[in-house]
Nanobody, 114 residues
Framework: QVQLVESGGGLVQAGGSLTLSCVATGKFSSIVFMGWYRQAPGKQREWVAGVKNDGVLSDAESVKGRFTVSRDNAKNTVYLHMNNLKPEDTAVYYC????????WGQGTQVTVSS
């Protein structure tokens, strides 16, 4: 069983920065994927960014050039560095980790004021 603990959310003004962290703990074999999704009020959950086991990074068009995902394999931690935040980035951000099963964090709120 894997537990995911997210942190780093909060309230920030437009143009500001935040870094989210997600630590995976528990018993598991190898981690295949670590990444981030978000869900704004009244909208579907959407892909943000992630890192596969081979180190390949990918991110959504809406965050390109502003958000950077990174992973520390020794700490089983994935980060989301968010710069130049916009009000439309306001959402609950969820960590997702795939081992031989699919796990989701509880979510952390990011609110960007204009």
């Amino acid at each position: 069983q894997v537990q995911l603990v997210e942190s780093g959310g909060g309230l920030v003004q437009a143009g500001g920065s935040l870094t989210l962290s997600c630590v995976a703990t528990g018993k598991f074999s190898s981690i295949v994927f670590m990444g981030w999704y978000r869900q704004a009020p009244g909208k579907q959950r959407e892909w943000v960014a992630g890192v596969k086991n081979d180190g390949v990074l990918s991110d959504a068009e809406s965050v390109k050039g502003r958000f950077t995902v990174s992973r520390d394999n020794a700490k089983n931690t994935v980060y989301l560095h968010m710069n130049n935040l916009k009000p439309e980035d306001t959402a609950v951000y969820y960590c997702r980790v795939i081992t031989d099963q699919d796990y989701w964090g509880q979510g952390t709120q990011v609110t960007v004021s204009s």
